[in-house]
């Protein structure tokens, strides 16, 4: 598993100047390479250093020999690609690749090193608690990219983890994703949100304020209040994953959202469910949370979960009202989201032990 996390840089106004510079040498010597492999027609990166190594230093005498030699092997890469047809183009403050000699990064202080042309930045970035996850990671290469616009450092860190072995133990956890409670799971747990709700129903508020104005100011405003409701979900959906990954349970049942848009069968409030991007996004962080511990997420039919009797069976629409379920036939009662929690979890398990594949035996739920 491999995946990339992008951090701002700090930098005070000197040692920004120092990697600008550093980017432009960088690119100098990319090009110099680039030339002579064009040339030559020759994308053999010993050849290339050979006849090149000297004049770079001579041209570039500040860049530090090992991203002389990472801009000579990405020239190298890129004439490979183009069989050396082309000469290869590199734009001044283009981002640069860093090979681990020439950079460190301390994940639990938030502290890196950087080669430059003025010898070794050391610069911090901010570290959150989402990011202690990747702790046990292994760093395998940096990229340095630099937005003119904004004039700030990103720093993009490609990490690798070696698969789960996957847990063999099979306990499924039903969970029913809501407007009202952003996750009702089949053991009781309930994810409130009326933390969520009293916020979303500000930024709305807000909103239809600034919409009614319609100003360039508002448009802007509700862009970023837009924006920061984004931030606020997603940060919920975030703990809300990692606390039922942490669980004792090993897969877990979602609906699959997306079948219902293809079969048309979307009620007005599955409409509302689907047009919710934040659904998808708890989906997506159950995941991969799930895929680093061995266990697993597992998609079921979504249709008649919130009308079925999770005891009998029983499947009509009367026995929803509202969050309260009542099973018209065995008498039934049960919190309606906890009910479809209970269904997901059951058409989980039989999901699960309907598939072929040396699956292990489903034991409990
Ligand atoms: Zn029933």
Redesign the pocket.
């Known amino acids: 598993m491999i995946r990339t996390i992008t951090f701002k840089l700090q930098l005070p106004d000197g040692e920004a100047t120092a990697l600008l510079n550093t980017m432009r040498a960088y690119s100098t010597a990319f090009s110099m390479s680039a030339q002579w492999g064009f040339e030559n027609r020759s994308w053999n990166k010993v050849e290339n250093h050979k006849a090149t190594y000297k004049a770079v230093r001579e041209s570039v005498p500040d860049l530090p020999s090992s991203l002389v030699q990472s801009a000579r092997d990405c020239a190298c890469e890129v004439l490979k690609a183009a069989k050396c047809e082309t000469l290869p183009e590199r734009k001044p403050l283009a981002a640069m690749r860093y090979n681990q000699r020439v950079i460190t990064v301390n994940l639990i202080y938030g502290i890196v090193t950087i080669a430059s042309v003025q010898g070794r930045i050391k610069t911090t970035f901010p570290i959150s608690e989402y990011h202690r996850q990747y702790l046990s990671w292994k760093v395998t290469s940096s990229t340095l990219s630099y937005d003119r616009r904004k004039r700030v450092f990103y720093l993009h860190i490609s990490m690798e983890h070696p698969d789960m072995e996957p847990v063999q133990e099979v306990k499924v956890l039903g969970i029913d994703r809501g407007i009202v409670n952003v996750a009702v799971c089949s053991d009781n747990t309930f994810f409130n949100s009326k933390r969520v709700k009293n916020v979303r129903s500000k930024y709305a508020h807000l909103r239809k304020e600034l919409q009614s104005k319609g100003t360039r100011s508002a448009k802007r405003k509700l862009r970023k209040i837009a924006r920061r409701e984004k931030r606020f979900v997603t940060d919920v959906n975030h703990r809300i994953s990692k606390q039922i990954v942490n669980s004792d349970y090993t897969v877990f049942a979602l609906e699959d959202l997306s079948k219902i848009r293809v079969k048309k069968r979307r009620s007005k409030s599955f409409r509302r469910k689907l047009n919710n991007w934040a659904f998808y996004e708890l989906e997506q962080f159950l995941r991969y949370k799930a895929a680093a511990l061995g266990k697993q997420v597992f998609l079921v039919d979504a249709r008649y979960t919130s009308q079925k009797?999770?005891?009998?069976?029983?499947t009509y629409k009367g026995?929803r009202d509202g969050s309260s379920f009542r099973?018209?036939?065995?008498?039934?009662q049960l919190h309606a989201d906890l009910n479809a929690a209970r269904n997901i979890a059951q058409a989980g398990i039989s999901g699960l032990s309907r598939l072929p594949v040396n699956q292990p035996n489903v034991t409990c739920l």
């Open positions: 009797c999770s005891v009998c069976g029983h026995n099973c018209r036939r065995c008498g039934f």
